[in-house]
């Protein structure tokens, strides 16, 4: 193979030892070029010991041998001996031939620049085709990659929303057990108010020197101040709130179904700024994050001191 075709090669970007195996192989230019194409996977170690242990480079023309050129019928290929038709059918396993009088003669340079061209295209749409192959497996990779993102996010905001669950439960069951705790003690001090009461009654009664007030007279009535009678929260329909401002101590009176922010609100159209509401006994402090609470499951019914903050 003549020294320019191994140029051409380099030129065309293939390294020099599968280039020169190429040419050693095929003997010529196109044919050195689909050598290459054919054996692009395989690596040199590979190829060397394949054309070791064949042992079947093509042989030289005989002696006298007029050159005439031979055609295979299976791809076409032209070839200048009876030789190298049989070098080429080991190669390939072709085994129809033809004999032609067309001498092959030399390529012209118009020839080897189209048959580079023809490569160049060829070479640039295989490189084409590879990276079009390359973004669709990249895209496929990505696929998965999301796929197992989003699966992985869903199982994370699927337990995200069961811890959720699990505080809001455990904030009613705190606000449960805070409400029952303030009805207790509003219970315990109506009935030591209605025992002052009585006894107040039975003092002033001693003091005018009349007979105490029957039993039946210890139950308290209901004033027009507000009930006083003991019963129980889901009876009353309306609370009575002692405030305690900055300016001083003032008495509302709002429905049970009554939210803190309702509450706050009315004030406010009063010139107060209401920030929290705050319980003396039980001491608790009613922000504005509570403020969607009715006063009676805050637990104010049928009375209760609040201070504003």
């Known amino acids: 193979m003549a020294s320019s075709d191994l140029d051409t090669l380099l030129e065309m970007g293939f390294l020099r030892d599968r280039a020169e195996l190429a040419v050693k192989a095929t003997g010529n230019l196109q044919g050195a070029i689909d050598w290459l194409d054919k054996n692009q996977e ?32 299976d791809c076409g290929r032209k070839l200048r001996s009876t030789a190298q038709a049989e070098w080429h059918a080991s190669k390939t396993g072709h085994e129809n031939f033809a004999e032609s009088t067309e001498e092959i003669a030399p390529l012209t340079e118009d020839e080897k620049a189209q048959r580079l061209q023809e490569l160049k295209e060829k070479l640039a749409l295989k490189r084409a085709t590879q ?60 009935a030591d108010k209605q025992e002052r ?7 002033k009664a001693k003091r005018a020197g009349q007979a105490p007030p029957p039993a039946q007279a210890q139950a308290p009535l209901a004033t027009s101040s507000g009930p006083t009678t003991s019963k129980p929260a889901s009876a009353y329909t309306d609370a009575r709130l002692a405030l305690q401002t900055t300016g001083g101590r003032v008495m509302k009176t709002f429905p049970v179904g009554t939210t803190l922010f309702e509450v706050a609100h009315a004030l406010e159209q009063e010139g107060l700024i209401v920030n929290t509401f705050t319980t003396n006994f039980p001491k608790k402090t009613y922000d504005r994050t509570d403020f969607g609470m009715t006063l009676k499951e805050a637990g104010m019914v049928p009375s209760a001191a609040l201070i504003i903050g």
């Open 42 to 73: 395989k690596s040199i170690d590979d190829i060397t010991q394949e054309q070791a242990s064949a042992s079947d480079d093509a042989p030289a023309l005989a002696e006298g041998e007029v050159p005439k050129s031979l055609v295979c019928e």
């Open 131 to 190: 990276a079009e192959q390359d973004k669709e497996d990249r895209k496929k990779n990505e696929q998965i990659r999301m796929k197992s993102t989003k699966e992985s996010q869903t199982i994370k905001e699927e337990l995200q929303k069961k811890e959720q669950l699990k505080e809001m439960a455990a904030k009613r069951a705190e606000k449960k057990a805070d409400k029952d705790a303030k009805e207790r003690v509003l219970a315990k001090l109506e």
């Open 197 to 203: 009461k009585r006894k107040a009654e039975i003092e």
